[in-house]
């Protein structure tokens, strides 16, 4: 069960947004992102920080900061639930109008990024999802292990380009859109579910935004965090084959997706995660019958992201045979965690 250790729950009634934090340790960065949403101005607003199994003294930190107030809650289950369903609890508290997410190691640019966010979508009612730019800690340059769009639209992120999918560290998103596509699959636990959330919400006719003028900062904090050498790499595996399925991806299609991510696992060192990823990848349950995406939703992919990607050959130097950020094999370049279609 779900308990509030602070705070209290957004009263009954229409206000603007749900600004969502999930909490694991890393308590100064923590609060340094609660006080962040807590500064957000021009906007009715809750602060809802969903803790996700931290210890005593770290839970005790952030009730401090939220302790008495009534625009804020500290809640928890006292488990890890993964980031899907964990952003799918803290969502489910709050009834705001949209839902921005915040990573805990992450601060909003300024005072004014819930307000632009939430105006931008009143100004355009086809949008479910705002992705922010990532930038790092100083807001110097852009957070580059945060990149999710094709390497060629690397220059336009501080500009506003359509998307396929967002980056989860900084976001909003629409909540009819939300509640109307049932939230994350839960079955992701970690990585790829805001792809699936993307590709959900553009089969149902909507659209995604990168709003490169709403930034985060991201401080890409080391405590608490899953590393490409212990599952990381597993579950980006499992779970985008999972997605592929979940479309109906033809079968020699799929193969071709499953062989590349073998050649990448013996490449980046990571065999033994790449494969066990490719076999639960190909298991997964799936929570409906597999079906193809619209052709309007295959148009939008492919004007938004396709074309960004270059041919077979470029894909193939880009994003099989580049290496992981901080794997043991290095590379100034992020390309192997850009969300592709």
């Given at each position: 069960m779900t308990r509030i250790l602070a705070g209290?729950?957004?009263?009954?009634?229409?206000y603007d947004a749900d600004i969502v934090i999930l909490s694991l340790g890393r308590a100064a960065e923590t609060v340094e992102a609660i006080r962040s949403a807590l500064a957000q101005t021009g906007l009715t607003r809750h602060v809802i920080v969903f803790d996700q199994g931290s210890d005593s003294t770290t839970l005790a930190q952030l009730a401090t900061v939220i302790e008495g107030r009534g625009d804020a809650l500290l809640a928890t289950m006292g488990e890890n639930l993964g980031v899907a369903a964990g952003r799918n609890r803290a969502a489910a508290l709050g009834h705001g109008r949209i839902i921005l997410a915040l990573d805990n190691d992450a601060t909003f640019a300024d005072e004014t990024v819930a307000l632009r966010a939430l105006d931008l979508m009143a100004g355009e009612p086809a949008l479910a999802v705002l992705g922010f730019r990532i930038m790092n800690a100083d807001g110097s340059n852009d957070d580059q292990a945060s990149w999710g769009y094709p390497d060629a639209l690397r220059p336009q992120a501080g500009e506003r380009f359509p998307a396929a999918t967002f980056v989860g560290a900084g976001h909003a998103i629409r909540r009819s859109a939300w509640d109307g596509l049932g939230g994350y699959d839960a079955a992701l636990f970690f990585t790829w579910e805001e792809f699936d959330f993307a590709l959900r919400a553009i089969d149902a006719g909507w659209q995604i935004l990168h709003a490169g003028d709403l930034a985060v900062h991201h401080k890409l904090a080391t405590a608490g965090r899953v590393t490409w050498a212990e599952t990381r790499w597993f579950l980006f595996v499992r779970n985008?084959?999972?997605?592929a399925r979940k479309w109906q991806t033809p079968f020699p299609a799929l193969l071709l997706r499953a062989a590349a991510y073998g050649l990448k696992s013996v490449h980046i060192g990571l065999a033994t995660q790449g494969f066990a990823g490719i076999g639960a990848g190909l298991r997964l349950p799936l929570p409906s019958p597999?079906?193809?995406?619209?052709?309007?939703?295959?148009d939008y992919l492919r004007i938004s992201d396709h074309v960004w990607r270059g041919g077979p050959f470029a894909r193939?130097?880009?994003?099989?045979?580049?290496?992981?950020?901080?794997?043991?094999r290095k590379s100034a370049r992020n390309s192997a965690v850009t969300k592709s279609p």
């Open positions: 209290s729950l957004p009263e009954a009634g229409g985008r084959l999972y997605i597999p079906r193809p995406l619209h052709v309007a939703a295959r193939l130097r880009r994003e099989v045979w580049a290496a992981l950020p901080s794997s043991r």
